[in-house]
């Protein structure tokens, strides 16, 4: 060990189980890509202001977890809590709207950073692959995100998670509702801070995560029975379509999430195996949003899966991923001429795509060859003296321990057809 340490709240991936994060991202943008999304990468540190206005100033994100910090040049930024921002910065930025193409559909995948208090699925550092639909009011827009959020997860084989759906209103039907909530609220005998945060963003309450809040919070007027007919409708057109690409979920009419940018269809992925840090991925609808940040209006969609957590479910359910091993062949050489003959094999097999690795740091045949059972090859070339005096290199098949001779200039050709 050194003398460093991961910070608090973060950890390192790597081999071998850095190879299941990368099939999870892998899983999660494969329905995407499939469905119109274009790839879109932002900085990993924006102008905090952006996240202040975007994601809200009374949230648990802006007041406590983020990361804020003056540079040298007096900027004030923050590393992202979250990617919808900088997504939506980025596509108004480039004038992505403005193409005529709208929905404009983007996915993501990257790290963002919280100050949080760590646990088992709360990092500091975490990683997410988001989806979003810029510019589009569609029910079908809604359900399409929900349907390939499924389509992800049960792609990786996780069977045990849940899809909580809700409605939140829009600014129509919103206010009154809203306004019914605060008077519940104030009727309440709650805390000091609960109190403030029912004044300045009364739903929020309702996402209290402790059982004595809960408890109270039974008899809170719902929101449901408050949205306008627009809501409504719209609402029930994603159940419907949902409903009819077979997608389960559940109607949760408590549902409001962190986030104050959120409108309408608000949705979360659960799963039951993994404690009180059970989202494995949340989204909705924010149609406001745009507007404030300073863009024009254009409602739209989006979700981010939590790639940590769903690592954790897949450990939860016991879903082992089917990953190929990385290398196919495994050179062995045994002597100064078998270095040159097989380095120069190994490179190309690798230009004609087949995975190859080496013994290198001049092992001995014994050392060589557990590296070349630990590398999980298929087959390893061996060649010593004798067989290269002969032309030819022995072809070890790793896993029925055959082994043939052939000859140097066919290597290439033999291995292309036995891996197929
Ligand atoms: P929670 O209620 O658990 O704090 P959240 O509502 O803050 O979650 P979102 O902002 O919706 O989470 O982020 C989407 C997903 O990102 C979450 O469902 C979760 O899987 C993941 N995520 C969020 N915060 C963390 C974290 N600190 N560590 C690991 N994963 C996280
Ligand atoms: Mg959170």
Redesign the pocket.
Known sequence: MSTFQAPK?TYDLIPPDSATYLAVREAIAAPLRNSGYGYIETPGFENVELFARGVGEST??VTK?MYAFETKGGDKLALR??GTASVLRAALEANLHKTGNLPVKLWYSGS?Y?Y?R?QK????????V?AEAIGAEDPALDAELIILADQAYRSLGLRNFRILLNSLGDKECRPVYRAALQDFLRGLDIDEDTRRRAEINPLRVL?D?RESVQKQLTGAPLLRDYLCDACKTYHEEVRELITAAGVAFEDDPKLV???DYYTRTTF??VHDGLG????????GRYDGLSEMIGGPALPSVG????????VLALEAEGVELDIPASTSVYAVPLGEEARRVLFAKITELRKVGIAADFAYGGKGLKGAMKSANRSGARYALVAGERDLAEGVVQLKDMRSGEQTAIGVNEIVAELESRLG
């Open positions: 709240g648990d994100i977890e809590p979250e963002y919280r949080e760590p699925g709360r990092y500091r550092h975490f990683s997410q988001g996402d995560k999430r962190g986030l979360e992925f009180s840090q059970s989202a494995v991925g949340g989204g979700w981010a899966l939590g790639v940590d957590r769903t």
